[in-house]
């Protein structure tokens, strides 16, 4: 699964707000379910969130 996402790639959040985020780091021994640190684009913001939460087209969509 974590070849499926790689740091450097963009994901576009489903529904209002519609914000950017770019993966930072993988997170892939971090438990049973491997994750991802996204940062916000223009922003400081910054979340981790599991790649099987990332890779759902239902809450994001790839952009670059």
């Known amino acids: ?4 996402v790689a ?3 963009k994901y576009r959040q489903v529904g209002p ?6 993966v930072v ?9 491997p ?3 996204l940062a916000k684009l223009g922003s400081r913001d910054t979340k981790t969130i599991s ?4 890779l ?5 969509q790839i952009v670059a």
């Open 7 to 9: 740091v450097g790639q």
């Open 25 to 33: 780091l993988l997170l892939a021994n971090s438990g049973p379910i």
């Open 35 to 37: 994750h991802a640190r």
């Open 17 to 22: 707000p519609q914000d950017v985020w770019e």
């Open 1 to 4: 699964m974590t070849n499926e």
């Open 51 to 54: 790649l099987p939460a990332l």
């Open 56 to 60: 759902d087209r239902k809450l994001y």
